[in-house]
């Protein structure tokens, strides 16, 4: 018996020193990572919270690759003095549940509190964080709601969220790839590669459809993308069969991968099974060998016109299907007819829209909930006169006994426009409530049309029981927006009309008329290449598939874009640039300004004063006077986009994305693609760094582009010239007249012969 028991203490003694590693499922490593709460925010500024009960609402990402384990949220906060020591409470909330609540104290205002977060609150996909604050500085119910001393201030920049997550293995299915890619990330790496060395148009053109398929599921996640080419790997032998599956070097799987080629050109880095499934078009997801967490999607076809179409099947797979791990694409019918196709959200001019064509569902606005948004695309190249008018058709209702300084204020791109007053007592449906906004107040590409609420309640004051329940107001769905016909022309080059609507190398969801061309052969290149496509891909929402991009001499096409790193060999293409590199480098330097007082008839200051409504003083033309600068050394560690008019083709333009051959051209795309920074770009030369400073100017010639239709040129030349068309109609009155009048004598002639005119006696 002793033996036994002897025994038995040494198998115990084994079984509990048998590490970890070796039992059947590993641990899973939990990773943390933490984030300012302004990370989260629109508006960098500090959360304020006012009035007797504030509220503000943060939303954070928790993507579909990760398990959240926790979370804590760590508050730097101070509030009012004034408050009263037992009435003042900080609730936080999390997707509607109660995870934390601080005392407000006005000795020591100044408060920092951690709250752990439990795995069970925390969900996949967005998690709402809102802070409420209860701010009494009385007892009683005798005071003021809106007094200014009530406010608790959130410092946005020292409080942060950690986040603790473990990885989830990928899910093989093609149908989750919106999953894995999409903007709840926070910010996403993939590399692209190839199995030749030799670089060919067509591959250009497969990797331009995989980066826009990739940055059209990444609306606002900053994307990096490299390109690489395969470096084989030989898996050690373990029991004679290979240990993993593909032949490509782990040191190049540092994210997620793309492997894109031919059947005969990537079979030597893939299993066989997967050879043997590529007969056609072909798409497959697999996890990575040794990153689970990882993918590897497989791009390919039996020739190169199946790779392409493999390409552009995964720029276009929107919805969860197909749901395998593999697919064989046998066709792709864009069933395109004659009628007009255009974009979501791009507005036709001359039509009508109702707001739910155009994404807006019907809102109910209230106390706490006072915004909507109203988004829509206008054409880059809209022209129409002064006096062309955006009517906005409301459906309307708003709530009983409110304070008549209650309204709903209407915003354009940030600007204050109108204001619909809520002055029924008894409250108000509206079924066409309509307001005129001017066209010129618009911008090219994406508007914001912005409704806010100003809801007041018509009982107020110390010792009064405040209803806010009846602080209501609706705009529906079916409220309609109508734009008035325009022509098309546009002023190039202009860096700030590219900025908003990649116009001209995007017309129409169209690249027909731009090709791309590379001006060197490296990685660093191809990659700026696909990421600027895809950069252009964004402003039309859908993948641009008639995408000319090539190594070799440009074609016919209108516009030109030298993307990469120049050499001696390829100075000669920027002899028309305002900016010319090579051993003597050009430069504009800003110098003077040329001012000229504008030139007006008197005939049309006459119009102009007497008999035109809101008549407005002409503004003096100011245009820069730059000195031209030559000089050894050149770029250094900037980077150079610009913009001037294409020697070689009428009214084409011509677009150069630069560099030094020694710095890293995506790190500088990656920069300029950054909101702070693209939404800076203007003029016609953009000069910039990899810590965001930057500087611009207007350089070289202009030139008018668009339709040269009568119709047009005549509304152009008779905006500029009101007094002309008043003349041109006082002519065509008179001989009008002249005509009528001729024609009734002569009808008087004919017809009234014998009737004598009477004389005059006088």
């Not at 749901?323 to 064989?328: A, E, L, S």
């Not at 110390?462 to 927006?481: E, H, M, P, R, V």
């Not at 402003?539 to 096409?557: A, K, R, S, Y």
């Amino acid at each position: 018996m002793p033996k036994i028991i002897h025994l038995a203490f040494c198998f115990l003694c084994v079984f509990a020193l048998v590490p970890p590693a070796l039992s059947k499922e590993e641990a899973k490593p939990v990773l943390n990572k933490i984030w300012p709460l302004n990370h989260f925010m629109i508006n960098n500024e500090p959360i304020m919270l006012k009035n007797v009960s504030g509220s503000y609402a943060v939303s954070f990402p928790i993507s579909d690759r990760v398990e959240p384990e926790s979370a804590e949220l760590t508050l730097l906060l101070n509030n009012s003095n004034l408050l009263h020591e037992r009435r003042g409470q900080l609730v936080v909330l999390l997707n509607g549940y109660v995870v934390g609540q601080i005392k407000l104290d006005p000795v020591n205002t100044e408060t920092q509190a951690k709250f752990t977060i439990a795995k069970e609150y925390l969900k996949n996909g967005y998690n709402q964080l809102t802070f409420k604050a209860a701010q009494h500085y009385t007892d009683s119910q005798c005071e003021d709601w809106s007094s200014p001393e009530l406010w608790t201030r959130i410092d946005s920049v020292k409080s942060t969220l950690a986040l603790s997550y473990s990885f989830k293995p990928v899910e093989e299915s093609l149908a989750r790839l919106n999953s894995l890619i999409n903007d709840r990330l926070d910010e996403y790496d993939v590399s692209v590669i190839r199995a030749d060395e030799e670089l060919s148009d067509d591959y250009l053109y497969w990797g331009a459809m995989l980066a826009q398929g990739v940055k059209l599921r990444l609306k606002y996640v900053p994307l990096t993308l490299n390109e690489q080419i395969a470096k084989p790997y030989q898996w050690p032998e373990l029991e004679g069969k290979k240990a993993g599956r593909f032949n490509i070097d782990p040191a190049q799987l540092k994210n997620d991968a793309i492997l894109i080629g031919s059947k005969d050109q990537i079979n030597k880095l893939i299993p066989d099974e997967i050879t043997q499934a590529i007969k056609g078009p072909y798409l497959g997801i697999f996890r990575q060998d040794n990153n689970p967490h990882r993918f590897v999607l497989i791009v390919s076809g039996t020739d190169s016109q199946q790779v392409k179409m493999a390409a552009q099947a995964f720029a276009l797979l929107n919805m969860p299907l197909p749901d395998d791990v593999q697919t064989v694409v046998k066709d792709i019918n864009f069933n395109l007819t004659d009628a007009a196709v255009f974009n979501h959200q791009a507005i036709v001019p001359g039509s009508a829209y109702q707001f739910s064509q155009l994404g807006f569902v019907n809102k109910s606005f209230d106390a706490n909930d006072t915004d909507a948004k109203l988004e829509f695309r206008l054409p880059a190249d809209m022209y129409s006169t002064e006096e062309a008018i955006v009517s906005v058709n409301l459906d309307l209702a708003y709530g009983a006994a409110m304070r008549k300084d209650s309204v709903i204020n209407i915003s354009l791109n940030g600007l204050f426009n109108h204001a619909v007053q809520l002055k029924e007592q008894s409250g108000a449906h509206y079924g066409n409530y309509r307001i005129d906004i001017p066209l010129r107040s618009f911008q090219t590409g994406m508007n914001y049309l912005t409704f806010k609420a100003v809801l007041t309640p018509s009982e107020t004051g110390k010792c009064t029981f405040i209803q806010t329940g009846n602080l209501i107001a609706s705009i529906y769905q079916d409220s309609t927006i109508t734009f008035p016909e325009t022509g098309h022309v546009a002023s190039l080059p202009d860096l700030k009309l590219f900025e908003r609507t990649g116009f001209p190398l995007i017309k129409n969801g169209s690249a027909e008329q731009t090709v791309f061309k590379l001006l060197d052969r490296s990685s660093d290149s191809v990659a700026s290449s696909w990421h600027f496509i895809a950069k252009l891909a964004s402003f039309t929402d859908t993948p641009v598939f008639d995408i000319h991009i090539t190594l070799g001499d440009t074609m016919e096409q209108q516009n030109r874009v030298l993307i990469g790193k120049p050499t001696k060999e390829t100075l000669g293409v920027f002899d028309a640039a305002p900016v010319r590199l090579g051993q003597l480098n050009q430069f504009p330097y800003r110098y003077k300004e040329k001012q000229q007082a504008p030139e007006e008839p008197l005939w049309e200051w006459m119009y102009r004063v007497l008999l035109s409504e809101n008549a407005k003083p002409l503004v003096t033309k100011i245009e820069p006077e730059n000195v031209s600068m030559a000089h050894t050394t050149g770029l250094g560690r900037n980077f150079l986009f610009m913009s001037y008019p294409s020697p070689n083709a009428d009214n084409g333009v011509v677009f150069a994305l630069l560099s030094e051959p020694e710095h890293s051209l995506s790190d500088g795309l990656t920069e300029l693609l950054s909101p702070g920074l693209w939404n800076q770009m203007q003029g016609n030369v953009f000069i910039w760094d990899k810590q965001g400073n930057f500087d611009w100017l207007k350089e070289g010639n202009t030139f008018v582009t668009g339709e040269s239709s009568p119709r047009l040129a005549m509304s152009m030349h008779f905006s500029k010239h009101p007094w002309q068309w008043l003349a041109l109609v006082l002519v065509m009155l008179l001989l009008a007249a002249r005509l009528i009048h001729q024609l009734l004598s002569k009808y008087k002639k004919t017809t009234h012969r014998q009737v004598q005119e009477d004389e005059d006696t006088d």
